[in-house]
């Protein structure tokens, strides 16, 4: 009669110590979270309520003819060439292409992606970060929007002289 006992009142602590946890006790259970997050709501401010202001592109550092200039450089397996539009001295790339990049290389992902196009863009020039895997090609990048800028800037150039 005793085991039964013991048997039965140690089923019953396990049981009611299961049962404990389940109780919404602290904060971060239970409908109590829920009604704080919609309390919060209601007091703080809406950020998409706001006007979002586009913050001015980057204007390039040297001084450029308007137009559309192709520079190449050679890559890892084949040459890059980069498109660039110079419009009121601000560079867009307008494309990245490559001759013979193969797939297996880094570059040939960064050129498909637009993460070099995004990194001219940004910087306004060559003045670009390497990309882990696509060093070489990175290199052939730089070396090519060094190419089309310096056209812009042989155009000016030549622009000033028959201005003289």
């Not at 570059?107 to 306004?124: L, N, W």
């Given at each position: 009669m005793k085991g039964k006992a013991y048997t039965a009142a140690g089923t019953a602590a396990v049981f009611m110590l299961a049962l404990s946890g389940c109780g919404a006790s602290f904060e971060g259970s239970g409908s109590k979270d829920a009604a704080s997050a919609e309390q919060l709501a209601m007091r703080t401010d809406d950020p998409w309520a706001e006007v979002q202001m586009q913050p001015e592109r980057a204007v390039a550092d040297a001084s450029y003819v308007d137009g559309v200039y192709t520079g190449t450089a050679p890559?890892?397996?084949?040459?890059?060439?980069?498109?660039?539009?110079?419009?009121?001295?601000?560079?867009?790339?307008?494309?990245?292409?490559?001759?013979?990049?193969?797939?297996?290389?880094?570059?040939?992902?960064?050129?498909?992606?637009?993460?070099?196009?995004?990194?001219?863009?940004?910087?306004?020039?060559?003045g670009i970060d390497a990309i882990s895997g696509a060093t070489i090609t990175t290199a052939g990048v730089k070396m090519a929007v060094e190419d089309a800028l310096s056209q812009a800037e042989a155009k000016e150039t030549a622009a000033e002289n028959e201005g003289e």
């Open positions: 890559a890892m397996e084949g040459l890059v060439s980069v498109t660039l539009l110079v419009d009121e001295n601000r560079i867009t790339c307008l494309e990245v292409a490559q001759e013979g990049e193969s797939q297996s290389r880094g570059g040939f992902e960064a050129i498909r992606d637009g993460k070099y196009a995004a990194m001219i863009e940004a910087a306004q020039g060559s």
